[in-house]
């Protein structure tokens, strides 16, 4: 059987995390800030190789930002928004908090587009194409990013706890999960290549190196001396250490891998 194996974002990219305008009125495209912000994309691209070259990880919390905004109310900028009187903010959901970062790398390149183009783009798009910029930069893939998203005003607590997988999820669930959002199997095996590059923490991986390990991989010296190092960093008891963080993927860490492999 050939099982194609494509680490992350390819062309899926466009309607997966196009999918989303609050309203929904206007298509989205590319000319959006033709006349009102015409240096856009030159500007995020700017900063982003600055953001990248400071810290490579930027790269990989952006792209991850990106994901969990997508997941809830679609790519409305909402995971962005402080909690409020009449709602719950996104950051403080579960899958969020203590985890995800980047809040203030798109605080930083707002300011820089508030002072070119005042009042005019929106967070949501800066966010897009921060990600795309960033995949780009670590050696992803380039596509086009349609704009003119609306921020949200209202973010969505419930759906940030209940639409974004967790690192405990069967495999059926987040499928299932990436349906809902009009992804397929392939679209979710592609965009989980992300974790070709980026860090997690020991908290998330924990039941993974001390529970199932070997039923699920091969009892080789290799996968051996990994398991050893990881457990190294995350120690066993639920106590300690949960906050340490490894490289997700021990052989790439900071460039995607972006190549197809058949089986
Ligand atoms: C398939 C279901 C997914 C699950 C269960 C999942 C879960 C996780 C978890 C648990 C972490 C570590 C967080 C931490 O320890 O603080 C993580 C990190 C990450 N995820 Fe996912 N993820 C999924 C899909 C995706 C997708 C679709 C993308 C983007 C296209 C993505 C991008 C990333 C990146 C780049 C990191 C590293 C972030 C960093 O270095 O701070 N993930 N993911």
Known sequence: MKLLVIFIVHAICIPCF???VPGKDLPLTLDYYKSTCPTVFDVVKKEMECIVKEDPRNAAILIRLHFHDCFVQGCDGSVLLEETETFQG???ASPNINS???YKIVDRIKNIIESECPGVVSCADLLTISARDATILVGGPYWDVP???KDSKTAGYEFATSNIPTPEE???S???KFHNQGLSVEDMVALSGAHTIGKAQCRNFRSRIYEDFHVTSALNPVSETYLASLREICPASS???GSNVTAMDNVTRISLTTRSTTR
């Open 18 to 20: 196009s999918f989303d």
């Open 90 to 92: 996104e950051k403080k």
């Open 100 to 102: 995800l970062k980047g």
């Open 147 to 149: 704009v003119g998203r």
């Open 170 to 172: 069967g495999l059926i």
């Open 174 to 176: 987040i499928i299932s």
């Open 239 to 241: 106590g300690e250490g």
